[in-house]
């Protein structure tokens, strides 16, 4: 199934002029500068803003249609919203402000003690909103919403107002949200921790227009996105634990059509992780280099180079059988080992430069 978006809408500012479709279910991660149309896509989706022009579907369900006159209210679409500040209704304990988000549906698949268990809110169900911290308050708020029996989640900068410890607390609240309900969701953030983290699909939103929409993986390794200059650009691949040598401290991943060996992992074999590659971390080679303290030397193939003129260095794009890496280099490495597109290269890469995520 798929969820597909095109809008235009024209603001005294900005034209929005945006299309995408990405597969659901899955966490779709909305990625660009403030000002860019983020919020005016979740809104549109939503219901909340009427689009000049726009055509919204989630598995097969027609959400608006300018042509054919479809327009559903916000009630009507089965959407749950969470926006950076939870909006949880302070007279209200948090059980209350839970069962609010089932007072007009039907009992669903989403039950109140599995949502309770999922996001660990069971310690406070009696207490106050104002008594809570700013991540509790928000695992709340995502309850309320999941208890709405949504067919469609969307959640807008919902981590930003927290500090990065709570961040990386309620991300993996997230992550077994994301396995357990298995829902279409479209994700606003501007940190490349949580799309690494969470999304399975990534499009890229820079003044009102789609710069580049895929799969995360094929995205986070393409060399001409402007994602690709950051500093904390790097492949991302969909991995599984293949065998562990815990004699030797290292765990090998099956990934991307590739093998890596990273540092020992406490998960199970067969269990599905993600790596996240740097691309300060990538050397080039064009030979195996011969007595080296590395475990990972993976034959790829170059795909694109870029240049990055503001850190006067150069972005190589490196195709795996199935996916891909970034490495930036200088422009000296590129012209002394002769890179061009099309051409084998060995990428190496360090087992401890490799992070490993959980899915
Ligand atoms: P983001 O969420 O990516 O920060 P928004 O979708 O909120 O961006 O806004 C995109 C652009 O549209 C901004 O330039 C903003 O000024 C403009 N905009 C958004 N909503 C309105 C509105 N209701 N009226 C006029 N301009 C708007
Ligand atoms: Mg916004």
Known sequence: MTFSVALRHRFPSIQMDVAFEVPSPGVTALFGPSG??????????????????CRISVDGTMLADTRSGVWLAPERRRVGLV?????????????????????RVEPGAIRFDEVVELLGIGRLLDRRPNTLS?????????????????????????????????KAEILPFLTRL????????????????????????????????????????????RADLPLARRDDAGGLLLCRVDQHDAARGLTRLQGGGVELWVTLLDLPLGAECRARIPAREVILAARPPEAISLHNIVPGIVRKIAEDVVRRSVIVEIGLPNGGLLSRVTADAV??????????????IKSTSIEVLGL
Do not use: C, W
């Open 83 to 103: 926006f950076q500040d939870s909006r949880l209704f302070p007279h209200m304990s948090v059980a209350t402000n839970l069962r609010f988000g089932m007072r």
């Open 134 to 166: 700013g991540g509790e308050r928000q695992r709340v708020a995502i309850g309320r919403a999941l208890l709405a029996q949504p067919h469609l989640l969307l959640l807008d900068e919902p981590l930003a107002s927290l500090d990065s410890e709570r």
């Open 178 to 221: 994301k396995t357990a309900l298995r829902l279409p969701a479209l994700y606003v953030t501007h940190s490349l921790d949580e799309v690494a983290g969470l999304a399975d699909s990534l499009v890229l939103i820079e003044a009102g227009s789609v710069i580049g929409f895929g799969s995360v993986s094929e995205v986070a390794s």
């Open 335 to 348: 012209v002394r080992l002769g890179l061009a597109p099309g051409q084998p290269v060995l990428a190496l």
């Open 36 to 53: 860019s149309g983020k919020s005016t896509i979740i809104n549109a989706a939503a219901g909340l803003l009427r689009p000049d022009n």
